[in-house]
């Protein structure tokens, strides 16, 4: 299957301190790629879409000027918590998929960052 | 709302044995169906996926079933190895033939144990 890598895997802030997460597609370019959260023992939770060269779409609940998200080029999107706080404390991934093929939509996913903010 | 649900938050299951772990949805847009296998701390791995055209689609040891008048879903195992311990997410998505392409609306997981 397609890979898709998540740097860093982990990260410890301070609370008021922006952190950065980036998300790159390895094998194949990918226009969308999606930003979710896990919080302990939920599911997986949509936070925005990740639109290559136009602003990202958030899903509802989701504050946009708190998750900056920035999808530079075709094989990197980046997700900026702004301001972080112990609340925002979670495990964050991305998805991406290849080129759409019709009847498919097969993501693959990053393997996830454990952002915790004390 | 959820609309992807995984009732049974475990299964247990015997070396060799099948394991088939379930999943209704509501949303009748939905039009792709997938099934991941995730570690804690890990992303989720692609194990198979079924189009809503198909009702059954077979990979190795893991073959879905898609039964779209009863909006259900189900993942066969078989035989179940220790190696399958985790925990398995259903996964829709409205965009294979739509607009939504890539969004996936996720279940709450079924923790998976096969015994030795």
């Known amino acids: 299957g397609a890979v898709v890598s998540q740097h860093p895997s982990r990260v410890i802030c301070k609370s008021g301190t922006s952190v950065k997460i980036e998300c790159r597609s390895l094998?194949?370019?990918?226009?969308?790629m999606f930003w979710y959260r896990q919080f302990p023992k939920q599911s997986l939770m949509l936070m925005a879409t990740?639109?290559?060269?136009?602003?990202?779409?958030?899903e509802q609940g989701v504050e946009k000027d708190k998750f900056l998200i920035n999808h530079a080029s075709l094989t990197l999107s980046t997700l900026t918590v702004t301001s972080a706080h112990p609340e925002d404390s979670s495990f964050y991934i991305c998805s991406a998929g290849p080129p759409r093929l019709a009847g498919s939509d097969t993501q693959y996913f990053g393997p996830g960052t454990r952002l915790t903010v004390l | 709302d959820q609309q992807v649900k995984q009732n049974s938050p475990s299964l247990s299951v015997q070396e060799g044995r099948i394991s088939i772990l379930n999943c209704d949805y509501t949303n009748s847009m939905f039009d792709y169906f997938l099934w991941y296998k995730k570690y804690p701390a890990e992303g989720p791995t692609f194990l198979i996926s079924?189009?809503?055209?198909?009702d059954k689609n077979e990979d190795g040891r893991f073959t879905v079933f898609l039964n779209k008048s009863a909006k259900h879903l189900s993942l066969h195992i078989v035989p179940s190895q220790p190696g399958d311990s985790a925990v398995y997410f259903c996964a829709a998505s409205a965009g294979a033939g739509g607009t939504s392409y890539g969004k996936l609306t996720f279940g709450q997981g079924t923790i998976l144990t096969v015994h030795p």
């Open positions: 094998d194949f370019q990918a226009t969308t």
């Open positions: 990740s639109n290559e060269g136009s602003k990202a779409t958030y």
């Open positions: 079924i189009s809503s055209i198909k």
